[in-house]
């Protein structure tokens, strides 16, 4: 049995998409295609957060990984759909 979680089980947060590019200042639709160049990229084995320590690097950014991505970041999970999964 396959469940699928993108879009079913779990969702993209709301507002995620401005926090994230809020931390690129002036430069924040650029800092958001680095963000999604560095995710790309580990599709073809690199490695996440070496590729955003760079962007961070590269935007200047001093805060630490963790706090500019949190793990609840990105995604926020269905829980109806994650209880007809239980049953």
């Known amino acids: 049995m396959l469940f699928d979680a993108d879009g079913v089980i779990q969702g993209t947060r709301a507002g995620w998409m401005e926090e994230l590019t809020a931390w690129g200042g002036s ?3 650029e800092f958001l295609l680095a963000v999604s160049a560095a995710d790309v990229s580990c599709l073809a084995g690199a490695d996440f957060g ?3 320590r760079e962007v961070l690097r ?6 630490p990984l963790e706090d500019v991505l949190d793990r609840r970041f990105w995604i926020e999970v269905r829980q109806p759909m994650l209880a007809a999964v239980r049953a």
């Open 58 to 63: 590269q935007f200047e950014i001093s805060a």
């Open 50 to 52: 070496a590729a955003m």
């Open 27 to 29: 430069r924040g639709e």
